[in-house]
Nanobody, 121 residues
Framework: QVQLVESGGDLVQAGGSLRLSCAASGSVVSINTMDWYRQAPGKQRELVASITHDGSTHYADSVKGRFTISRDSAKNTVYLQMSSLKVEDTAVYYC???????????????WGQGTQVTVSS
Protein backbone atom coordinates (compact mmCIF):
# COMPACT_ATOMS: atom_id res chain seq x y z
CA GLN A 1 0.00 0.00 0.00
CA VAL A 2 2.95 2.31 0.66
CA GLN A 3 6.10 2.29 -1.40
CA LEU A 4 9.36 4.04 -0.61
CA VAL A 5 11.79 4.35 -3.50
CA GLU A 6 15.36 5.53 -2.94
CA SER A 7 17.63 6.91 -5.65
CA GLY A 8 20.95 8.67 -5.98
CA GLY A 9 23.37 5.99 -4.86
CA ASP A 10 26.58 5.82 -6.85
CA LEU A 11 30.32 5.21 -6.83
CA VAL A 12 32.19 8.33 -5.72
CA GLN A 13 35.73 9.16 -4.68
CA ALA A 14 36.59 10.03 -1.10
CA GLY A 15 35.94 13.70 -0.45
CA GLY A 16 33.12 13.81 -2.95
CA SER A 17 29.40 14.42 -2.55
CA LEU A 18 26.14 12.63 -3.28
CA ARG A 19 22.48 13.44 -2.79
CA LEU A 20 20.07 10.63 -1.99
CA SER A 21 16.32 10.92 -2.45
CA CYS A 22 13.47 8.80 -1.13
CA ALA A 23 9.90 9.29 -2.30
CA ALA A 24 6.86 7.78 -0.62
CA SER A 25 3.84 6.88 -2.70
CA GLY A 26 0.64 4.87 -2.51
CA SER A 27 -1.91 5.16 0.30
CA VAL A 28 -0.12 7.95 2.17
CA VAL A 29 -2.33 10.18 4.31
CA SER A 30 0.41 11.65 6.46
CA ILE A 31 4.05 11.07 7.30
CA ASN A 32 5.66 11.61 10.67
CA THR A 33 9.38 10.99 11.05
CA MET A 34 11.52 10.10 8.04
CA ASP A 35 14.90 8.42 8.56
CA TRP A 36 17.98 7.36 6.68
CA TYR A 37 19.72 4.17 7.78
CA ARG A 38 22.74 2.41 6.34
CA GLN A 39 24.15 -1.08 6.45
CA ALA A 40 27.72 -1.91 5.56
CA PRO A 41 28.79 -5.50 4.76
CA GLY A 42 29.03 -7.56 7.91
CA LYS A 43 27.63 -4.78 10.09
CA GLN A 44 24.29 -4.01 11.65
CA ARG A 45 21.97 -1.46 10.13
CA GLU A 46 22.49 1.90 11.81
CA LEU A 47 20.55 5.14 11.97
CA VAL A 48 22.27 7.92 10.03
CA ALA A 49 19.81 10.82 10.26
CA SER A 50 16.19 11.60 11.12
CA ILE A 51 13.81 14.46 10.45
CA THR A 52 10.45 14.98 12.13
CA HIS A 53 7.30 16.37 10.56
CA ASP A 54 8.17 19.82 11.90
CA GLY A 55 11.74 19.72 10.63
CA SER A 56 13.69 18.78 13.74
CA THR A 57 16.77 16.77 12.82
CA HIS A 58 19.06 14.24 14.44
CA TYR A 59 22.37 12.89 13.17
CA ALA A 60 24.69 10.07 14.07
CA ASP A 61 27.96 11.40 15.45
CA SER A 62 29.86 9.83 12.54
CA VAL A 63 28.09 12.06 9.98
CA LYS A 64 27.53 15.31 11.88
CA GLY A 65 28.79 18.28 9.92
CA ARG A 66 29.04 16.24 6.69
CA PHE A 67 25.47 15.04 6.00
CA THR A 68 22.27 17.07 5.88
CA ILE A 69 18.77 15.60 5.95
CA SER A 70 15.82 17.54 4.57
CA ARG A 71 12.30 16.85 3.39
CA ASP A 72 9.70 18.16 0.99
CA SER A 73 6.42 17.31 2.67
CA ALA A 74 4.39 18.32 -0.39
CA LYS A 75 6.23 15.64 -2.37
CA ASN A 76 6.46 13.08 0.47
CA THR A 77 10.18 13.02 -0.17
CA VAL A 78 13.22 12.99 2.08
CA TYR A 79 16.76 13.84 0.99
CA LEU A 80 20.21 13.14 2.32
CA GLN A 81 22.95 15.47 1.13
CA MET A 82 26.28 13.78 1.78
CA SER A 83 29.53 15.71 1.59
CA SER A 84 33.17 14.99 2.43
CA LEU A 85 32.44 11.33 1.91
CA LYS A 86 34.77 8.77 3.46
CA VAL A 87 35.51 5.18 2.54
CA GLU A 88 33.75 4.13 5.73
CA ASP A 89 30.50 5.70 4.46
CA THR A 90 30.27 2.84 1.97
CA ALA A 91 26.99 1.00 2.60
CA VAL A 92 23.50 0.35 1.37
CA TYR A 93 21.39 3.32 2.41
CA TYR A 94 17.75 2.76 3.33
CA CYS A 95 15.00 5.24 4.02
CA UNK A 96 12.24 4.62 6.52
CA UNK A 97 9.05 6.57 7.07
CA UNK A 98 6.33 6.52 9.71
CA UNK A 99 3.12 6.65 7.72
CA UNK A 100 -0.61 6.77 8.30
CA UNK A 101 -2.71 5.27 5.53
CA UNK A 102 -5.96 6.48 7.11
CA UNK A 103 -6.58 9.58 9.23
CA UNK A 104 -7.86 7.46 12.14
CA UNK A 105 -5.24 4.71 11.94
CA UNK A 106 -1.93 4.14 13.66
CA UNK A 107 1.54 5.02 12.46
CA UNK A 108 3.36 2.21 10.67
CA UNK A 109 6.98 2.06 9.59
CA UNK A 110 7.80 1.40 5.95
CA TRP A 111 11.21 0.76 4.39
CA GLY A 112 12.64 1.38 0.99
CA GLN A 113 14.63 -1.22 -0.93
CA GLY A 114 17.97 0.53 -0.46
CA THR A 115 20.48 2.29 -2.67
CA GLN A 116 24.19 1.47 -2.82
CA VAL A 117 26.75 4.14 -1.96
CA THR A 118 30.36 3.19 -2.60
CA VAL A 119 33.19 5.54 -1.68
CA SER A 120 36.59 4.73 -3.17
CA SER A 121 39.95 5.87 -1.81
Amino acid sequence: QVQLVESGGDLVQAGGSLRLSCAASGSVVSINTMDWYRQAPGKQRELVASITHDGSTHYADSVKGRFTISRDSAKNTVYLQMSSLKVEDTAVYYCKAEVKTTSWGNWHGYWGQGTQVTVSS
